[in-house]
């Protein structure tokens, strides 16, 4: 039943709400159940009281409708495939309470971390964000079957406290898109061609759903906002035209988000489904243009994504009602959200406290985004007149952050407006380049080194904690630093590894550490967001304009120099990577920040080759994840991507060797711009893809040095010799042993020391016994 005015029928809802809790017991209990501090019982019970604390307090800030099934104990891609029982045959021992442990959650985890025995799913990022999920396993043979019990119990849970859930899943046709070929399956196989054998599984959940009291289920299809071929579209309409014709559902309601559905749109607007939910904010407000080509959506729910869910700025309240006012007349019934999940935003504002107060009012976390719906909703149904006090607010606000001096500086508007092409180019091309650095660093073939950190210990927390708390004075806590630094580097030498690195001891988080160092970035306390699994950063807030007061790095990195005669690494965060890792600016266009950042940036490169460091590595692991989703916005990205790092990292000697590191993402489809870098060496994750990335770089023909990962950092699985061995020769299969480097997927921060020791002397091991059996130089 459709209601006579949409106006009337305006409500608030959320797709889904930040896992962690306010001060992140999430983590903290998956942690403590891992090291078996915490029984199974115990951590579900923190994980019920997280979900009853997020729904009263959605309810309470006037969200309408909560989302159920979005919670997780890591990751609802995941969640997913234990719902459809696409579990890959080594892990249904451990969920059968095998081997693994006495409880279902062990194979859960074992799925997402692995054992010693068994190796984890593949991780990639969702998207183009910075969330992490695992990437379902299937074949032509996998057998599906429906298990709907955390769906429906979670659904219970809400009723029985007395909300209006509304079940969230992750869509059949996104789910599919989303896997890969099992282990062993031609590469050539596509899962989607298993949708026909998956629709009758997601026909049962649904069923169940309504069984249980859902009115409405919110099926989640963020794939289809992406290029999409004629078939997978065909397959799109199959989807909602079965799931929409089954009699025994709740009400279905299909988002879309993180851009415009395009072509995708006129097939869902067709099929049996009573509502989208569409997102309205930065490339996504496209999706009203395309609603008026289809002439809306007549006898269905709309819900209107305007309050950007990924970015942590007030809304701007006139703009979203003008939007809003303009879709009353495209659908029956129109309700207002924020355009995504919340998960990519913090929990609250009203946390932070040691933010400038002019600062924190352009804010809005995830709870002030909730709220923003809310009102926006009571303004749509009772008019704008209802919001006076808000409005005001809302106004006053906005030109505060506009007139703000903390938002421009003119020197450094000046400086990047300066920057020619010359500044972005090397002084010699890349074999001129790489010929002086052979012969001045001496490296022996299959070179051995590390991404770049080593484990955080508590002992380091805690020294940090102290220095901030005044229980320590600077001196105490520097002389810890060195210390830590000469206890890394011994180990790294003892090891046999070629290039060292300092082990950033002295740093929070990649982006965070610099950001603090920066003029124009503003760093959280609370402001955690989830990566992956029980892994949270804080991203820090890029409010204004970026410059470098002072050096960042180079007295670190000149001291752990001091301690050998081996090369130390210089590290730093690339200024891709430091704005899609921060919650940047909306106010001027992206390349223009990544220039300003990029010329913060090459101040530190500089300094760093003038201290007497040879080698120089600039993360870009974000390059690939912010890639536009939809290909006719990825040239001009590229274009200010790549100017930015090579506007960072081109005016060193031709005898500096420059690094780059790139992480969980794919990046067949962006070789050529990774060889536009120019840099020098590039090191990418690989070992739980199989050293997929290196036979996409020899496909592509690309010419320089490149570290596959072969060792997975990213589970407490210690590789063997044996198994790094392997990879390494797969990995000479695509790249040449002249231009391979050995090292792992990525930094050592959040492992443990016992591992670490075993899993890099294994490594070089592992580089010993290749580079043995290699000809001979004449």
Not at 466 to 492: C, K, N, P, W
Not at 735 to 763: F, M, Q, Y
Request: with cysteine; charged share 25%; aromatic share 6%.
């Amino acid at each position: 039943m459709t209601d006579k005015s949409a106006a009337a029928a305006a409500r608030a809802t959320v797709y889904g709400y930040p896992r962690q809790g306010a001060h992140r017991e999430l983590k903290k209990a998956v942690e403590g159940y891992w090291r078996g501090a915490v029984g199974a019982d115990a951590l579900r019970d923190t994980a019920a009281g997280l979900r009853r604390a997020n729904w009263e307090q959605l309810t309470a800030d006037g969200v309408h409708e909560v989302p159920t099934g979005d919670f997780s104990y890591y990751d609802h891609v995941l969640d997913t495939s234990v719902m459809v029982g696409a579990i890959p045959e080594r892990y249904r021992a451990a969920l059968a309470t095998g081997p693994v442990g006495s409880d279902p959650l062990d194979g859960y985890f074992a799925m997402a971390r692995g054992t010693q025995d068994v190796a984890p799913l593949e991780m990639t990022k969702w998207f183009d964000t910075n969330y992490h999920y695992l990437v379902p396993e299937l074949a032509p043979g996998t057998a599906f079957s429906a298990d709907s019990t955390k769906q429906v119990a979670e659904l219970t849970e809400a009723l029985a406290l007395g909300h209006t859930p509304r079940p969230v899943l992750v869509g059949p046709v996104t789910y599919l898109l989303l896997a890969r070929p099992a282990p062993g399956v031609p590469g050539d196989f596509e899962p989607l061609t298993l949708l026909d054998r998956l629709l009758p599984v997601y026909a049962k959940v649904l069923a169940d759903l309504r069984a249980a009291g859902a009115e409405w289920v919110q099926l989640d299809e963020p794939a289809l906002v992406q290029d999409r071929t004629p078939a997978e579209l065909a397959a799109a309409a199959r989807a909602y035209h079965d799931l929409g014709g089954l009699t025994d559902r709740p009400k279905l309601l299909v988002a879309s988000y993180f851009d415009r559905l395009g072509e995708a749109l006129p097939v869902l607007a067709k099929s049996p489904v009573e509502g989208l939910a569409l997102d309205f904010t930065g490339p996504a407000a496209a999706n009203l243009e395309g609603l008026a080509a289809v002439d809306g959506l007549p006898g269905k729910r709309l819900v209107a994504g305007v309050v950007d869910g990924r970015n942590i700025w007030i809304n701007d309240f006139e703009k979203s009602l003008a939007t809003l006012g303009t879709l009353l007349g495209l659908a029956d019934r129109v309700d207002v959200a924020p355009s995504c999940s919340l998960l990519h935003v913090p929990l609250d504002a009203t946390a932070e406290h040691d933010i400038d107060p002019e600062v924190a009012r352009w804010l809005a976390f995830a709870r002030q985004k909730s709220t923003e719906a809310a009102t926006l909703a009571r303004a749509l149904t009772d008019g704008t007149g209802a919001i006076t006090a808000e409005l005001a607010a809302n106004r006053a606000a906005l030109a505060s952050r506009a007139d703000s001096a903390l938002t421009r500086d003119p020197a450094v508007r000046a400086r990047a407006a300066a920057v020619t092409g010359a500044d972005a180019r090397r002084s010699q091309p890349y074999e001129v380049r790489t010929a002086a650095q052979r012969a001045h660093l001496g490296l022996p073939p299959l070179p051995t080194t590390t991404i770049g950190s080593f484990p955080q210990t508590g002992e380091l927390r805690t020294a940090r904690a102290d220095l901030r708390a005044g229980r320590i004075g600077t001196a105490g806590y520097e002389e810890r630093i060195r210390e830590e630094i000469r206890d890394v580097l011994a180990f790294q030498e003892k090891t046999g590894l070629d290039v060292l690195v300092h082990g950033e001891p002295e740093r929070n988080d990649m982006v965070q550490y610099f950001a603090e160092q920066l003029t124009g970035y503003v760093a959280t306390r609370q402001g955690w967001v989830q990566s992956y699994g029980t892994r949270y950063v804080r991203p820090p807030v890029l409010a204004g304009d970026i410059s470098r007061p002072e050096p960042m790095t180079v007295r670190w990195t000149s001291y752990a120099q001091s301690l050998t005669a081996r090369p130390v690494k210089g590290m730093l965060t690339g200024p891709v990577t430091m704005l899609a890792w921060s919650f940047v600016r909306d106010d001027q266009p992206l390349g223009d920040t990544a220039r300003q950042v990029a010329l913060a940036l090459r101040d530190e490169v500089n300094d760093l080759e003038a201290a007497g460091t040879s080698v120089i590595q600039v993360d870009e692991p974000a390059l690939r994840e912010t890639l536009p989703l939809r290909t006719d916005g990825r040239a001009a990205y590229l274009g200010w991507a790549v100017g930015s790092f090579r506007l960072a990292t081109s005016g060193v000697r031709p005898d500096t060797q420059i690094h780059t590191h790139m992480c969980y993402a794919e990046f067949g489809d962006i070789v050529e711009a990774i060889d536009d870098l120019d840099a020098d060496v590039i090191s990418l994750e690989a070992a739980r893809s199989h050293m997929r990335v290196a036979g996409e770089l020899a496909a592509e023909g690309y010419p320089r040095e490149a570290g596959p990962g072969v060792y997975d950092i990213h589970s407490p699985r210690v590789p063997s010799t044996a198994e790094a061995t392997s990879l390494l020769r797969k990995g000479l299969e695509a790249i040449p042993a002249e231009r391979l480097w050995v090292n792992p997927d990525c930094g050592l921060k959040t492992r443990g020391w016992p591992e670490v020791r075993t899993s890099l002397e294994h490594l070089v091991a592992a580089a010993r016994e290749i580079r043995a059996g290699l000809p001979t130089a004449d």
